[in-house]
């Protein structure tokens, strides 16, 4: 769940990440699914970009909080951090024309169920 309140949508030692909130820190695994595979390559890496250097952080502050009082700040950082591990293997593995193929093949199939309890 994304806080309402604009001034405290990411914990405050990780406000330097808001501006990819609306775009990135997205409530389901489908929905970070279906922004990774519309999202354009340059997109992908600026955001990647963005991340990776705080990524060590973000998890030391996560560790920090209990799973099912996930809330506010908390909880959208932490949807920020799934939507950058689901793209890290497209910024650090894949070739740029397998994410094409990829996602050409993915529109041909539909994901039934997804993890989004976890």
Same mark, same amino acid.
């Given at each position: 769940?994304?806080? /309402? /309140?604009? @001034? @405290? !949508? &990411?914990? #405050?030692? *990780?406000? @330097?990440?808001?501006?990819?909130? $609306?775009?990135?820190?997205?409530?389901s695994m489908q929905a970070r699914h279906q922004r990774? &595979?519309?999202? %354009? =390559?340059e997109e992908r890496e600026t955001f990647y970009r963005? !991340? $990776? =250097?705080? *990524? /060590?952080?973000?998890?030391?502050?996560?560790? %920090?909080?209990?799973?099912e009082s996930l809330a506010g700040? /908390?909880?959208t950082l932490m949807q &920020?951090?799934? @939507? *950058? %591990? #689901?793209i890290a293997l497209s910024q650090e593995i894949f070739d740029p024309r397998l994410h094409a193929a990829h996602t050409e093949a993915v529109r041909r199939v539909s994901i039934l169920r997804t993890a989004d309890d976890i």
């Open positions: 769940m994304v806080a /309402d /309140d604009p @001034s @405290s !949508v &990411l914990p #405050e030692e *990780f406000k @330097s990440l808001q501006a990819y909130v $609306a775009a990135w820190a997205l409530p990774r &595979l519309s999202s %354009t =390559p963005a !991340v $990776a =250097p705080a *990524f /060590d952080a973000i998890m030391k502050h996560l560790n %920090t909080v209990a799973m700040p /908390d909880a &920020l951090a799934l @939507s *950058f %591990t #689901e």
